[in-house]
Structures are given as C-alpha cells and as structure tokens.
C-alpha cells in the first residue's frame, strides 16, 4: 500500500545564516513534517535576493550557510529535497504563464510587497520587487505542493499563489480534478520573538541570534538585549514584550511554560533573566551546533546535497512544466 505523502514546500532568502526566529518559527515544522512522512521541498530563494537591494553579495557564502543550518536542524538529504531557483529553470519557466493570470493593480496591492518597498535598499522599485511574488507561487507551484510552512508576513503571497493556482485551474485545465491543488498555509502557532533591540528578529537589522553562533557570542547578544526596569519577573507581551520575549525563548529551550519560568526567577531582576535564557538557548543549540561545526568541516558534501536536490527539483519541474505546456496547447 502506498500512503499518501502530502507535498511541503518552504524557503529562506540566501542572506544570511538563519536565527532562533527560524528555528522556532519553521525549520522545527519542517523537520516535524519530514518526520511525520511528509515531502519536503525547501528553496534557497537565490533569485528573491534581488527584490530589495540592487546587488546581491556574497550569494555563495549565503547558499552553503543556508544548506549547513538546514542539515544541522535535522533536515534529512535522503528524504527532502534542498535546491536553489536559478538551478531549476523549468520552475523559473512557469512565472510566463502565470504573470498572466495577474493584473498590474493586484501586484500593486501586496502588503508584503508595499512593506518591502517602504524598507527597500533599491535606487528604485525594480519590476522584480513587484513580481516577486509570482515567481514565488512558481516555487510553491512547481511541485503541486499541498502545505506551505510560513510566517505571517507570507500570508498575501499565500493567497496570490491560491489565486493563480485557481486562475490557472479555470482557464486551461478546467473539468478533471483540479490541476494545480490549492496549496494551504501552515503557521507555527510561536509568539513572535523580538530581536535584541526590541524590533523583529531579522537577519539585516543585526538583532538576531543566528544559530550557528559560538557560546561567547549568544551570551553577549543576550546579555545586550533590551529589557526594562522591573526587578520583578513577569510574563506579559502587551506590557512587557521585551521580558516576555525572553521569557518566551527560556520556555521554548526548555520545554516549559513561560509563567513557570518567569515566577521562578521572581525577583531576580533581568540579569538572573538573562543567564537563565542563555543557558537554556546554548543547552538546547548545543548539539545543533555541534553537528553545524562538523558538516562545516566538509564543503564537499554540502555540494553534493544541493546538486543532489537540484537535480530532483529540476525532474520535478520539467514534468510540471511539460504537462503545464499540454494544457495551454503549446506541444508542437
Ligand atoms: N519569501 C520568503 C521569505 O522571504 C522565502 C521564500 C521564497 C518562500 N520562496 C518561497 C517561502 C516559497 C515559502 C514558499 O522568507
């Protein structure tokens, strides 16, 4: 008997290593996911680097990093699938069609998108910024995946894939069961982490723990974290999000419940906080770590694992592609 695998797809941008707001937030989703059988298929977004700077740096650098936490989380080569767009051109391919299925003013709409080009580091909004995410419903698209694993801020490009897959569905495949499956957000139910500063964790506002750091620096970046005056410890993200926060990733680390945590430490103040929270991140990263450092040790593989997942992604595009041209009448 053959079980039914549901197809996951999910991705980072290459531009910098990931943090404890990736781990908690989507790469322990994916690891639970592949481990609950699923397909995963996980993009280093290569191309989506340009959407909002004029140049993307040391893209290299970015791509191994980004291969290196994956398979340090628990990402497993043999079962999932890791890959980069630009190796993948029968998914770049899919964008043609599907930009037609979108007018210009619903391109325009995107919150993500508008967010984006307020914080953009371009001279100018590039034609790229605006359709960027079409090209993302073709990485979604590409493998018929059923479950996208995302943030919040994803949702908008959730919904443009649904409608292209619908759009697309309609108007070249209409009649048998449905070509392109509409594919369903996943959400982590996690409480947003903030970044040392307060602001949300992100790679590009320097505020982030990333998950390869050494013991040293985790205990630095802790110890610079924003909290406020109160001795006494409480969990309350309205009032006290900086606390909380830190609460938040105590609990995360431990397995435990913020509350207990935070009555624990009761008047401590935000020092006792602060060693409570390092502990508990280099304690749960360690063997992360660990493992990080080792693979780190043999660029060879990492090679080997991406040219592996290019190679799958690409016989996985190629048939979509194929069948995608059957039904537009473009098999000549
Ligand atoms: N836009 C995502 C981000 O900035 C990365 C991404 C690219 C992605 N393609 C994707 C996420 C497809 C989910 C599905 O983090």
Do not use: W
């Not at 409480?191 to 050494?214: E, V, W």
Request: hydrophobic share 40%; proline share 6%; charged share 25%.
């Amino acid at each position: 008997m053959t079980a039914f695998r549901p197809r996951v797809l999910t991705g980072d941008r290459p531009t910098g290593p990931l943090h404890l707001g990736h781990y908690f937030g989507s790469l322990q989703n994916r690891v639970r996911l592949q481990a609950e059988g699923a397909e995963l298929f996980v993009v280093i977004a290569d191309y989506q680097v340009l959407t909002d700077r004029d140049v993307a740096d040391r893209l290299g650098d970015h791509v191994r990093e980004l291969v290196l936490d994956y398979l340090a989380v628990g990402i497993d080569p043999a079962r999932s699938v890791i890959f980069t767009h630009s190796a993948v051109p029968a998914l770049n391919q899919l964008l043609l069609p599907f930009l037609s299925l979108v007018s210009t003013a619903e391109l325009q709409r995107n919150p993500t998108v508008k967010d984006e080009i307020a914080h953009s580091r371009q001279a100018q909004v590039s034609g790229l910024m605006l359709t960027y995410p079409v090209h993302q419903a073709a990485d979604i698209l590409f493998c018929k995946a059923h479950l996208v694993p995302v943030g919040q801020d994803q949702l908008p490009h959730l919904e443009a894939t649904r409608t292209i897959a619908r759009r697309f569905n309609a108007r070249y495949a209409s009649g048998t069961s449905p070509f392109f499956p509409e594919p369903e957000a996943l959400l982590s139910a996690m409480p947003q982490l903030l970044g040392t500063d307060g602001g949300k964790m992100s790679k590009s506002r320097g505020n982030a723990i990333a998950l390869g750091a050494s013991e040293d620096e985790t205990a630095r970046l802790i110890r610079s974290a924003r909290t406020d005056v109160e001795r006494r410890i409480g969990y309350d993200p309205e009032r006290r999000p900086e606390v909380s926060s830190l609460l938040t990733l105590a609990a995360l680390c431990l397995g435990r419940d913020p509350h207990s945590v935070a009555e624990e430490l009761g008047d401590g103040g935000a020092s006792a906080l602060k060693t409570l929270v390092t502990e508990a991140v280099n304690e749960h990263l360690r063997p992360i770590r660990e493992r990080r450092a080792e693979l780190a040790q043999d660029p060879g593989h990492l090679r080997e694992v991406l040219a592996r997942g290019n190679a799958r992604a690409d016989e996985v595009a190629r048939r979509t592609l194929a069948e995608v041209l059957e039904v537009m009448g473009m098999r000549y």
